[in-house]
């Protein structure tokens, strides 16, 4: 069975930093498309950054330059190193693997970050 | 960048009844094109890839339909579970990014 738990999050005051981690089980994360979705409170989802099985990574504008997306193989454990946090980066952050490459098949439940002082 | 406008923002409809939700994308992305729908406190869950293919386990009630620019999820008699927020999802080439409608909300009238 598939399944994705997120840690990590947290409050942090602005400027802070925080890493999300995301645990696989029933599937080898570097086989597969990963990505991190977040969703502020209320709001829509908003994709955040994606890392290929050929271990490319890719970033919202959002994001870019402060967020760094990776995996640990020998843990099958995705990350997500958020750094310079800012008030608009408050949400739920949701890990997912990919289907197909495009769409989003499996999710985890999420983890809250909060970003305030 | 490619921008999805999903409408209505809010549609209320009774058990039973159907509900056509719309997806417009700024341009064309073929049928590259998902359906998600989420419920309070949830994780959303994949309807449909491709525009038009069923998920596994989804519903027949559910289709998609469209390409290009204009997309449809169809529900054809609403049941009291699907009333949630329902967002399409795109990805672009390059630079690979992905992309989600606002979102609209299924209420129950």
């Known amino acids: 069975e598939v399944q994705l738990v997120e840690s990590g999050g947290g409050l942090v005051q602005p400027g802070g930093s925080l890493r999300l981690s995301c645990a696989a089980s029933g599937f080898t994360v570097s086989s597969n498309y990963m990505s991190w979705v977040r969703q502020a409170p209320g709001k829509g989802l908003e994709w955040v950054s994606v890392?290929?099985?050929?271990?490319?990574?890719y970033y919202a504008d959002s994001v870019k330059g402060r967020f760094t997306i990776s995996r640990d193989n020998s843990k099958n454990t995705l990350y997500l190193q958020m750094n310079s946090l800012r008030a608009e980066d408050t949400a739920v952050y949701y890990c997912?693997?990919?289907?197909?490459?495009?769409?989003?098949?499996?999710w985890g439940q999420g983890t809250l970050v909060t970003v305030s002082s | 960048e490619i921008v999805l406008t999903q409408s209505p923002a809010t549609l209320s409809l009774s058990p039973g009844e159907r509900a056509t939700l719309s997806c417009r994308a700024s341009?064309?992305?073929?049928?590259?094109l998902a359906w998600y729908q989420q419920k309070p406190g949830q994780a959303p869950r994949l309807l449909i890839y491709?525009?038009?293919n069923r998920a596994t386990g989804i519903p027949a009630r559910f289709s998609g339909s469209g390409s290009g620019t204009d997309f449809t999820l169809t529900i054809s008699s609403l049941e009291p579970e699907d009333f949630a927020v329902y967002y399409c999802?795109?990805?672009?080439?390059?630079?690979?990014?992905?992309?989600f409608g606002q979102g609209t909300k299924l209420e129950i009238k």
């Open positions: 341009q064309s992305v073929s049928s590259y």
């Open positions: 997912a693997r990919a289907r197909g490459g495009s769409y989003w098949y499996y």
């Open positions: 491709d525009a038009s």
């Open positions: 890392i290929y099985s050929g271990g490319s990574t």
């Open positions: 999802q795109q990805r672009s080439n390059w630079p690979p990014a992905y992309t």
